[in-house]
């Protein structure tokens, strides 16, 4: 069974940090584009950053800069590292391959709240 856990969000205050995890098992992600995904209170979900398999990184706009994507093939995990949080980057937050068409079923996501 191919299964994605989230974890490492939480409550923190405009100006903090965190840094979420995304472990995956049931099958290799290592030669798959990934992604992470946030999902706002009445928003539709949507990609804030990706990293290829060799590496390479894009990002949203709205978190271009704050945002940081990382990789362990080794461990099949996808790791974000978010500082400078703004009270807009609240939502839940997700990691599935970028490609539709190789996409895991979701996972539960984990929370991100950012007060102001």
């Known amino acids: 069974q191919v299964r994605l856990v989230e974890s490492g969000g939480g409550l923190v205050q405009a100006g903090g940090s965190l840094r979420l995890s995304c472990a995956a098992s049931?099958?290799?992600?290592?030669?798959?584009?990934m992604g992470w995904f946030r999902q706002a209170p009445g928003k539709q979900r949507e990609l804030v950053a990706r990293?290829?398999?060799?590496?390479?990184?894009i990002y949203a706009d709205s978190v271009k800069g704050r945002f940081t994507i990382s990789r362990d093939n080794a461990k099949n995990t996808v790791f974000l590292q978010m500082n400078s949080l703004k009270a807009e980057d609240t939502g839940v937050y997700y990691c599935?391959?970028?490609?539709?068409?190789?996409?895991?079923?979701w996972g539960q996501g984990t929370q991100v709240t950012v007060s102001s």
């Open positions: 599935n391959t970028f490609l539709t068409s190789l996409r895991a079923d």
């Open positions: 049931g099958r290799s992600f290592s030669s798959n584009t």
């Open positions: 990293i290829s398999s060799g590496g390479e990184t």
